[in-house]
């Protein structure tokens, strides 16, 4: 490839981190994180690889084992999961079952997404354990947590119930978040359900947690979380027009703390930034030499529309037309796995071809 592409990529990094300070957020928060979800762009972190106890939030990764087990066709929908003494016997938020029942899959997975219930979460847990424990089920997500890149949690059981040595970072539950919404769209609606009501039991206790799912501001989830040791936290996730942000706060005070947290930095993340399509799909970035192919250079050209995510008062002045970073490639490493921003205009060989890759 020819020298001056590199520079270019490299400017555009630069462009693509670079956070203005008008566009800082203060928060109450112990830890916090804001990702926006398309361009990758991380607008808020705080304290965001710290592990911390997660409560309830951890259950998003005991729904994420679930859905890996919906897809590899180790568990069915339909299937009916007998309850233990184990997981009955945990307290807290529950759906009160009983060692008599013989629950469903989805049943219990709305349990544990708008009910939050800690003896759901151990009935899948065992479900899928490969020594039928809850215990041999959280070594489980504590390796599976790393093979997807979340290097700070540790898991001790499947619902955040508090534990030594059962932690996770606000970046990782951002991770977890983006890719249950990434991976598993047939089931993130569930995450937006305001009430699940098992077999007319507790009626008191249908409603979800979420404090944002009824304020019309585009939220659809994802998981609460609050014990004494943890605070209040939530991972939350919002969508806006052709935008969607990730954001976990924890360590809050109260309930009513967290909800008016949660409510200003969705507002701040959709108010102060905006997308600016800074390079056209099609629009030609450079030429990178080929070797032994029929032409001698090829044209490298934008596969999709970039975008740069701006501070809204700043969207006239961003770099525009041949310059920026977005959707494309040159994601933060939250986003998705690291795509190319870059993509031949015409097909030469396969030796090119092959070439390419390699960049």
């Given at each position: 490839?020819?020298?001056?592409?590199?520079?270019?990529?490299?400017?555009?990094?630069?462009v693509f981190f670079s956070l203005?300070?008008?566009?800082?957020?203060?928060?109450?928060?112990?830890?916090?994180?804001?990702?926006?979800?398309?361009?990758?762009?991380?607008?808020?972190?705080?304290?965001?690889?710290?592990?911390?106890?997660?409560?309830?939030?951890?259950?998003?990764?005991?729904?994420?084992?679930v859905f890996e087990a919906l897809?590899?066709?180790?568990?069915?929908?339909?299937?009916?999961?007998?309850?233990?003494?184990?997981?009955?016997?945990?307290?807290?938020?529950?759906?009160?079952?009983?060692?008599?029942?013989?629950?469903?899959?989805?049943?219990?997975?709305?349990?544990?997404?708008?009910?939050?219930?800690?003896?759901?979460?151990?009935?899948?847990?065992?479900?899928?354990?490969?020594?039928?424990?809850?215990?041999?089920?959280?070594?489980?997500?504590?390796?599976?947590?790393?093979?997807?890149?979340?290097?700070?949690?540790?898991?001790?059981?499947?619902?955040?119930?508090?534990?030594?040595?059962?932690?996770?970072?606000?970046?990782?539950?951002?991770?977890?978040?983006?890719?249950?919404?990434?991976?598993?769209?047939?089931?993130?609606?569930?995450?937006?359900?305001?009430?699940?009501?098992?077999?007319?039991?507790?009626?008191?206790?249908?409603?979800?947690?979420?404090?944002?799912?009824?304020?019309?501001?585009?939220?659809?989830?994802?998981?609460?979380?609050?014990?004494?040791?943890?605070?209040?936290?939530?991972?939350?996730?919002?969508?806006?027009?052709?935008?969607?942000?990730?954001?976990?706060?924890?360590?809050?005070?109260?309930?009513?703390?967290?909800?008016?947290?949660?409510?200003?930095?969705?507002?701040?993340?959709?108010?102060?930034?905006?997308?600016?399509?800074?390079?056209?799909?099609?629009?030609?970035?450079?030429?990178?030499?080929?070797?032994?192919?029929?032409?001698?250079?090829?044209?490298?050209?934008?596969?999709?529309?970039?975008?740069?995510?701006?501070?809204?008062?700043?969207?006239?002045?961003?770099?525009?037309?041949?310059?920026?970073?977005?959707?494309?490639?040159?994601?933060?490493?939250?986003?998705?796995?690291?795509?190319?921003?870059?993509?031949?205009?015409?097909?030469?060989?396969?030796?090119?071809?092959?070439?390419?890759?390699?960049?």
């Amino acid at each position: 490839m020819k020298r001056r592409v590199l520079p270019f990529l490299a400017l555009l990094a630069v462009v693509f981190f670079s956070l203005p300070a008008s566009a800082q957020f203060n928060t109450q928060a112990k830890a916090a994180y804001v990702v926006d979800y398309g361009t990758g762009t991380v607008l808020l972190s705080k304290n965001a690889d710290l592990p911390l106890p997660p409560a309830s939030m951890s259950k998003l990764m005991t729904l994420n084992m679930v859905f890996e087990a919906l897809a590899d066709g180790r568990l069915r929908l339909d299937d009916r999961l007998p309850v233990t003494q184990h997981a009955m016997s945990y307290k807290g938020s529950t759906m009160f079952l009983n060692t008599s029942d013989r629950v469903r899959v989805e049943d219990l997975i709305r349990g544990v997404i708008v009910l939050s219930g800690n003896d759901a979460a151990a009935v899948l847990a065992e479900a899928l354990s490969p020594d039928g424990t809850e215990a041999g089920f959280a070594r489980m997500m504590t390796e599976r947590a790393k093979e997807l890149g979340m290097t700070n949690s540790h898991f001790t059981n499947s619902n955040g119930w508090p534990q030594v040595g059962h932690r996770m970072s606000v970046h990782d539950l951002a991770v977890l978040a983006n890719r249950l919404i990434r991976e598993f769209p047939a089931f993130y609606s569930m995450f937006s359900e305001t009430e699940f009501l098992f077999d007319g039991r507790a009626p008191q206790n249908k409603s979800n947690r979420n404090p944002l799912l009824k304020l019309g501001i585009g939220a659809d989830g994802l998981k609460t979380g609050h014990t004494s040791e943890a605070g209040y936290g939530l991972v939350g996730s919002a969508k806006q027009g052709d935008r969607r942000i990730i954001f976990v706060i924890t360590g809050l005070n109260s309930a009513s703390e967290r909800a008016t947290e949660a409510e200003r930095i969705v507002n701040w993340a959709f108010r102060q930034f905006v997308n600016k399509t800074v390079i056209k799909k099609g629009h030609k970035l450079a030429e990178a030499d080929v070797w032994m192919g029929e032409e001698s250079q090829i044209g490298i050209v934008a596969p999709k529309d970039l975008f740069l995510l701006v501070p809204a008062l700043d969207k006239d002045n961003a770099a525009g037309g041949g310059s920026g970073c977005g959707q494309g490639g040159l994601f933060a490493p939250d986003a998705h796995g690291g795509e190319s921003a870059v993509c031949p205009d015409q097909q030469v060989d396969l030796r090119c071809q092959r070439w390419l890759r390699m960049l």
